[in-house]
T-cell receptor
Framework: KAGVTQTPRYLIKTRGQQVTLSCSPISGHRSVSWYQQTPGQGLQFLFEYFSETQRNKGNFPGRFSGRQFSNSRSEMNVSTLELGDSALYLC?????????????FGPGTRLTVL | DAKTTQPNSMESNEEEPVHLPCNHSTISGTDYIHWYRQLPSQGPEYVIHGLTSNVNNRMASLAIAEDRKSSTLILHRATLRDAAVYYCIRSEGAQKLVFGQGTRLTINP
């Protein structure tokens, strides 16, 4: 099975712009979670989608949003970019059902805001 | 609030066992204990998880204290490829992981 893929792998934007990142989960996985990783704050949970519905949400401002499509692919959007949004954005997928599901992470999208 | 405490760094030698400790004194009865690791320039990778009993898999063993307030990840025979940041996480579900700062493990040849 192919792993979790994220596009693009690298992105450079300027302050005030918006950005959309994409994540394709492992085939058959219905849950997609997003995380932000920075040197200062470490790995922080953004949100989780399951069957096109947001099921969990982290403590991030409304500028961060996401969605999931019927084929389980997910996108996250950040509007009005700030310098502090520079980070590695990681997507993880799991089957999403059952008592426990390990998460499979993609390689991430590195976003640089200038 | 990561809710777990781990040493910032540890060092071991290749082919020796490694014991990575984690304190989770405020764990609730329904929280799982998960371990993930992150190799350089990669996303995190699942290692093992447990609830109450000790667990073994092909990668590692997880020893959970009887009161569940601490646990230890055991790598039985470390290789250079095991050099990574190891995260101990406790959460009720597997879908929302709250990562702490982790333990940076260095393996000496």
């Amino acid at each position: 099975k192919a792993g979790v893929t994220q596009t693009p792998r690298y992105l450079i934007k300027t302050r005030g712009q918006q950005v959309t990142l994409s994540c394709s989960p492992i085939s058959g996985h219905r849950s997609v979670s997003w995380y932000q990783q920075t040197p200062g704050q470490g790995l922080q949970f953004l949100f989780e989608y399951f069957s096109e519905t947001q099921r969990n949400k982290g403590n991030f401002p409304g500028r961060f949003s996401g969605r999931q499509f019927s084929n389980s692919r997910s996108e996250m959007n950040v509007s009005t970019l700030e310098l502090g949004d520079s980070a590695l954005y990681l997507c993880a997928s799991s089957p999403g059902t059952g008592r426990y599901n390990e998460q499979f992470f993609g390689p991430g999208t590195r976003l640089t805001v200038l | 609030d990561a809710k777990t405490t781990q040493p910032n760094s540890m060092e071991s030698n290749e082919e020796e066992p490694v014991h990575l400790p984690c304190n989770h004194s405020t764990i609730s009865g329904t929280d799982y204990i998960h371990w993930y690791r992150q190799l350089p320039s990669q996303g995190p990778e699942y290692v093992i998880h447990g609830l109450t009993s000790n667990v073994n898999n092909r990668m590692a063993s997880l020893a959970i204290a009887e009161d569940r307030k601490s646990s230890t990840l055991i790598l039985h025979r470390a290789t250079l490829r095991d050099a990574a940041v190891y995260y101990c996480i406790r959460s009720e579900g597997a879908q929302k992981l709250v990562f702490g700062q982790g333990t940076r493990l260095t393996i000496n040849p």
